[in-house]
């Protein structure tokens, strides 16, 4: 007999509520305010977003800054009350004629046309409905011309929520004081006589169960458990209404199984049997006239109460059957805040409740969007009797009325955000109960019944105005209230006692509240503080970053310097290279040119004697006897001047290679010294470099740094309780090795950087050091090879002169012999022997002295190789600045040329050499080092020439009988 509310199939399906947004033009108020329009909605319908403006902007920054909100539908100004019904109320009339539960609520601020909507203009005209009538108007026209052939009864009830106070507007009396009209929330399955699984709340179902009910409301009730434990349907009789969906008929099954099938009940409120529109209207009407109305600063007639007005149909289902369907048609209250509305007192106090009420809907829709685990229904009357049409079994529309002036954008963007939050409430629509026709039947004839004995008793009997049945059960009614009022006082001291301890608790907590907000301002101002040390920390540690990134930019310099002087090295090694391949080479060409010119001017000299040996021949034939005395004389004065001046010669080529060897030895010292200064500086720089670059205690440096950092921090820190202290502790230790470790792995990173691009340098540096070893080999190797030449040029000058006395000793011997010129000259065999030893001694003078040259230059080239080491060792550009630097090897060489400026006729040894590099390998007509040499008086030969006499050998084969050797003077 029960029939299921399910679905056919079985499967509840789940449907978002409907959302739209009805936006109407400005009013009156606004237009005077010159608020300008600041929603953008379409003049009818077409659109589902509505876009706002709340930043004052135009143009495209406005549609930029604007925001917009996605509802299901959107009417603008030019939406007339038609279109808002066919779209938003019919298709749910449509269901609600089907069986299901149905609901529509509007929600805006005041006088945005919540009530315009929903009731418009409820009046008739000629029996009809004029073009401005609500929803309410037409759903009750629209149901009475879609019934009009079908089997049904129509009930309607009409409630205002106000001041969390409900009202049954339907009532002839409006006085409510007396307990017994007080209109009442319960659960409707309490009629399940507590078996339903209601466990939410415990409280509910003790009310429930305890609750007594108006005689009229019991007796239905108590029918009804009847059929229940009968598995049969009821109805909920007339004088007690289910706001929501009648489920409270349901089987004991279904209830047992579903709590969201529990519908909400009102207790004492009425619900009307209609059977036309009008009689619906009139109903409307005697409601709206017990409204709640006010004159507020935004609305003349501002309805300052939530209202439900319910029609509840009973429709033929199948034969007997009934099928029970509820259409609720919400207005509630405006949504504004108490400020804006210049609500004062009464209105404030009005507005108080009507935002606690709403802000419960709020968090409701809140949580039924974020599909929260806990919905809060109970937190106010309002949301208790909106809980089947919110995320329950009904069918629901909302409708948010928001005005498009720029005043109310606040309250128009807080609308709109309840809309698009509620497009998410899921609810699941079933299809009502159903009840048989005869209990239909009868309920409606107990009703009628007892409204006839109610009419009676007041006709007959004066002062009594019900039934003997009516009374007794209203005197029930009064004990059960009694008790219950017992049981409520009981409950009250209980509550009283918790609360008071509650509130000795809350003391409690307030105290321990203040205490941790004094802690935690502590705790802020320490944070506070420590951020500042963080900011200083971070700043010093920028300081440390740019500090590093000068070392990196000297480091580069030096670098630079380095590549610089790698440069120098290469350019002075070309030049060097150079020097051995071309300037070493023409040198050497011009020394064998000057060699060869030299032995060319002896041949010319050798080719020209034999001419004047003929004349020679000629005039020692003519002139033999003449000159037989000037030939005594003169081989006299020869033998008188080679004897004076050979020694003297000698003596000063001796001095002079003295002079020489000690030139040569206090350049090999200063070299030495320079050397072994050029080394230690090598090896000092060596040292630093391994020792000191890049390791001058930075990390001593950083560490102090973090170490003096970490003091402050902590002593900040000792005043934060003991936790903090401990956890900064170890935060700040595991900063401190972290930043240690990032800074000594920064540093080493950069050393090893360092060292990296160094190691090329640092093989370069040490290739140079080679350089100077073997500029210091060549050095000894030098003087060692000096050495040994000029002792045997000097031992065979000794010899000469030893062989030259001897000679001389010998000649004068011979002179004192008296003996004939020609028969000396032809005997003197031996002068001519000496001569040409002489003349052998000379040539390995020459050669001595070519070999000193070679020498020379090869101590020339290996100066300028240690030179140049040297230089690049210690660097070309501070050797110009550089004053406290050791005297170089150029000051040494000028030292020897100022000597040899005191010395003029001496052979500049070492500036020779120099001066070849410099500047005369670059001009090979300038005197050469050789050529300069050649007139040396190193070169006695020359010089004997140059006084005026000139030796000559010949073959006095047959042109003299016995001669050997002539000397003669040539003129
Ligand atoms: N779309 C509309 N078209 C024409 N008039 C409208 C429209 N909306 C509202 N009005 C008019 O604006 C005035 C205020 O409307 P209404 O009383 O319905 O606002 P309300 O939102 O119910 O306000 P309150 O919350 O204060 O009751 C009424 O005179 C109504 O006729």
Redesign the pocket.
Known sequence: MVASSRESNGAVEELNITVAV?C??R?EREIKAKSSVVVSVPDVTGSNEVSINTTGDVGIAAQINSKTYTVDEVFG?S?NQSLIFHKIAEPLFADFIKGYNCTVLVY??????????MTGDEKLYDGELSE?AGIIPRVLFKLFESLENEDYVVKCSFVELYNEELKDLLSDSQDFSSSARKLRIFDSSTLNGGTTSMSNNSSRKSSRNNSPRSSSELSTATFMRKRWKNNMPTSNGSAGSSVSNGNSNKSQSLQGSQDQNAGIYIQNLQDFHITTAKEGIKLLQKGLKHRQVAT?K??????RSHTIFTITLYKEYHGELFRVSKMNLV?L??SENISRSGAQHQRAKEAGSINQSLLTLGRVINSLADKSLHVPFRESKLTRLLQDSLGGNTKTALIA?ISPAKINSEETCSTLQYAAKAKNIKNKPQLGSVIMKDILVKSITAELAKIKADLLSTKTREGIYMSQDNYKELTNDLDSYRTEVQEYKRAIETLTSQNTLLLKDKKASNEVNDLQRIKLQNMKDSISELHARIDRQNRREQNLVNMASTLRTTLNTMQTILSEREKKEKDLKENINRLIASDFAQVREMIDKNFQEIQNNIKLESAGIQPNIDSIKEEIRMLLETAQEHTDEVYKDCVEKVSGELPALYEAASERITEVEAMVGKCYRDLSENLSDASEEYNNFKQYLNDHFFKNNHEELLASHVDRTYHHIQASGEDLFQKFKEMMDNYLENNKHLMLNSLRTATCDVIEKEMQLFEPQKDKWESSFKYINNCDALNIALQKDIKSPLSDFRSTLQTSRNMIEQAMTKVKKRMSDHESPRSALSKNQTFNQEFSGLLNKENQLQEGLKKSLQFTDAYGSALDQLQASISSAVGDDDHATDKSRPENIDGVLRRIDEQNVLYPDRSPLKSTSFRVNKSERSSPNKSSPIKANSHSPCKPQLSLARSGYKRSYTDLDGTLDDSSTKVTRHH
Do not use: C, E
């Open positions: 009805r109407r033009g009013n100004p939406a805006g601020m005041t006088s945005t046309g919540k009530t315009y909507t401005s507020t935004m609305n003349d007639f501002s309805s207005d209250a405006g009325t």
